[in-house]
DNA sequence: GTTACTATACCGATCAGTGGGTATGGTGTC
DNA sequence: GACACCATACCCACTGATCGGTATAGTAAC
């Protein structure tokens, strides 16, 4: 699996795991078959199998899979690049909203998602879930203290409470959206949390 | 047998819908199977039957149900009597905070949980679940009008906005307390919202 | 008798998973 | 080069269990 070449096509395991993307966070995991992510991969069941020991464990694969690129998407931006941290996180909010042009299924939260699905039922996968959304809130915490220092905030909260909660609306922001059918909700959702940032890490002049 | 029957409680359709609230929001939709519902209100397939035409027409009855319930808590809440709108506001976010306190599925939103898992397989109940979210957002709504015109703030967003924000950080507060297993998440959330308000509603003295 | 409800046995569709098979490509041996 | 051998990848037909839904028979009350 590491060094492949530079083929058009990925191959079948990679295939069946950007179906799971897709299809999971489209229709939710009871709800997709196996055989619909075959259809969507184009591949056979009997593939499917060879792959992966079960859809479960195709599950953990997805997510893991959607680590990989979203970690990738949000460590290669170029906002690190800034020097207030402020800006660096409020250049992270706008990244997200940017990423709400697509479609609707392509922007919203896999780990999220699934989470609401498996919980009490799946306890693996929702464990999984945690790790991903607690990982990707984690890479947010050394710029909110930075930015804590900077703007000399001592309020009672942490900079992982205020990590978290930037998840936290997200997370909610799109099941607004799925609620309503349009990302312009998710926007305006994610345009109230940086509007707080810039309250909380203000000039004092 | 027969003389025990007539006891005070609710009767087999109100059991259902009582199984479903709960049932539904701690396994989701697929998840839950209908003879897990039977047996939870104590009845059989054929009463569910009976009183529901489908599962789908339960799911649709359950909303319903509780839309009923959570209308009736919060429309007979204290705050109303609050002179000030911000406080009115800072209120609600305050009752929603002390929910938090029974078990995980108890408090979580029916809407929310349905809308990620019916989006694009049952626009009937995701239309349902819209309904529900808009219309608990909409009684909102006058509160903060109040409060923007009383605290000045004329800042480019609507009273719609960020009412339909306070929602969205609730359903993603509830998806982190899932992931993580713990209320006090949520909690965290709630109080960066409050905070928000706080600053937005800001006495110009 | 009729209406409202409950119970039980069953049907039919669905779908995760299996088993048995083929195709291809690599490797060692003579 | 030809051969056997083996591993990986893949396909198709099937199965066994699950589960929404139905058919039907019953009971209680007016």
Not at 21 to 32: F, I, M, Q, S
Not at 57 to 64: C, D, G, K, R, T
Not at 92 to 102: I, M, N, Q, T, W
Request: charge should be negative; hydrophobic fraction near 45%.
């Amino acid at each position: 699996m590491g060094m492949e070449t530079r083929t058009k096509q990925p191959d079948s395991r990679t295939r069946l795991l950007n179906a799971a993307l897709h299809t999971l966070r489209a229709k939710g995991y009871n709800a997709t078959r196996v055989e619909d992510l075959c259809a969507v991969a184009g591949v056979t069941k009997g593939s499917f199998f060879h792959h992966f020991r079960s859809k479960d464990e195709l599950a953990l694969a997805a997510i893991a899979h959607w680590d990989e690129l979203t970690g990738g998407l949000f460590a290669a931006a170029a906002y690190h690049a800034l020097e207030d941290p402020r800006e660096r996180l409020l250049a992270y909010l706008d990244l997200r909203s940017e990423l709400l042009a697509g479609e609707l299924p392509e922007y919203t939260c896999l780990a999220g998602m699934l989470t609401q699905e498996t919980y009490l039922t799946k306890p693996e996968l929702t464990d999984a879930c945690e790790r991903s959304i607690s990982g990707h809130a984690a890479s947010l915490v050394a710029d909110i203290e930075a930015a804590m220092q900077r703007y000399g905030v001592e309020d009672g909260w942490t900079a992982e409470s205020l990590a978290l909660h930037t998840q936290a609306v997200l997370q909610g922001a799109f099941i607004l959206a799925k609620a309503r059918g349009e990302a312009a909700l998710a926007a305006e959702s994610i345009a109230h949390l940086r509007r707080y940032i810039m309250l909380l890490f203000r000039d004092r002049t």
